[in-house]
């Protein structure tokens, strides 16, 4: 019989488990504590539960960590990790390490619907969703995971598209008896989903990143297909409509493509759509993939594009490409991974 994984599951339902095996209502928060307090590696060293507690919970359930099952170190520090999930897929983690902050990058599907054309998980499709255990375990489970500092939801996937699975795992960081991390060292990026967008801001206090990448409506629809059915536009009457507080931060998430959305008509738009609204952007040199069709900005253009940006009072910075030498854009490790197990 194959056992339920208490790792990932929220207060509420490690109450539900001890009603239904009949343990004390008390022995919940007991074993939250060993899941995310304590780093545990079996249910047999949840010793404050008396044996035969521990027995009941045994027959049903199974602590639910795996390990990363492959690696690639960049030169720059950068790790990837891949995990397997959904008994056949493999999505990919990324450590990032810099100076005083180590970020880990999440991913909460495998594969991903919205088909954005410069991304290699797009061209993957939709595979499935991730439960919050196998969400959380690709931090929990992460050689670094004690280094770490900060989490972004901007690996592969649509964080928004799995939204009860992501609201559980940001539950599960940011409640006391769960890790007990502040909301604001964890950024949710989407490409903006107006069915449940509005969910996420009421029910986390995380940061919100949106995935911009042009502010004119057709150049838009031609990189990320999700603009034809939830308009930028709709996304940014939300964030405008939305009381942030003065913790939380919306960022605009834009890559740069060599000749086609770093002109002076971009920023102008930019500027035009965002009025109003108190964020920042964050620019990110398109990374090379096969056969894109697509090309890097030279260094100094993406330098005056950010330039030219301030200068209209948008706060904007360059995100730093990371871990290039092996293969960091989402998607193309676990692509390679996939395609091996194909042909094999
Ligand atoms: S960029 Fe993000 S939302 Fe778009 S296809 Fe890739 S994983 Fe999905």
């Not at 795996?66 to 008994?87: E, F, H, I, R």
């Not at 992501?166 to 991390?181: A, F, M, P, Q, R």
């Not at 603009?227 to 834009?254: G, H, K, M, P």
């Amino acid at each position: 019989m194959l056992k339920e994984k208490l790792y990932g599951k929220t207060l509420n339902e490690l109450i539900a488990v001890t009603k239904r095996i009949r343990l004390p209502g008390y022995a919940a928060k007991q074993i939250a504590d060993w899941l995310y307090k304590k780093e545990i590696s079996s249910i047999g060293e949840m010793t404050n539960l008396s044996k035969k507690m521990r027995e009941i919970l045994e027959a049903d359930y199974e602590l639910g960590l795996s390990n990363p099952v492959k690696s690639a170190v960049s030169s720059d520090g950068t790790k990837k990790y891949l995990y397997k999930v959904l008994n056949d897929k493999y999505i990919e983690t990324a450590y990032i390490p810099d100076d005083d902050r180590a970020t880990i990058c999440v991913s909460s599907q495998a594969g991903c619907k919205m088909g954005c054309i410069f991304c290699m998980t797009g061209r993957q499709g939709f595979q499935g969703n991730l439960s919050s255990n196998e969400i959380l375990n690709q931090f929990r489970s992460l050689p670094e995971f004690r280094k770490l500092t900060n989490m972004v939801y901007m690996g592969m996937g649509e964080p928004l598209d799995n939204i009860t699975e992501v609201l559980k795992s940001l539950e599960i960081l940011t409640s006391d008896w769960g890790y007990g991390w502040s909301p604001t060292r964890i950024t949710v990026s989407t490409v903006g989903l107006k069915g449940t967008i509005s969910d996420f801001l009421e029910k986390s206090r995380c940061h919100l990143a949106v995935s911009l990448h042009s502010p004119f409506d057709e150049e838009r629809r031609r990189l990320m297909p999700i603009q034809r059915t939830n308009s930028v536009r709709e996304i940014l009457e939300i964030i405008r409509n939305f009381d942030f507080n003065n913790q939380r931060r919306v960022s605009f998430e834009y890559i740069l493509f060599k000749d086609l959305n770093d002109t002076p008509a971009h920023v102008k738009e930019l500027a035009r759509i965002l009025n109003g609204i108190k964020c920042r952007i964050n620019i990110i040199r398109f990374h090379h993939i096969p056969g894109s069709g697509f090309n890097s900005p030279d260094p100094a253009s993406t330098i005056a594009f950010r330039e030219a940006l301030n200068t209209k009072g948008l706060v904007t910075t360059i995100r730093a490409s990371r871990g290039e030498d092996i293969q960091a854009a989402c998607g193309l490790l676990s692509t390679l991974e996939q395609n091996k197990h194909i042909s094999q």
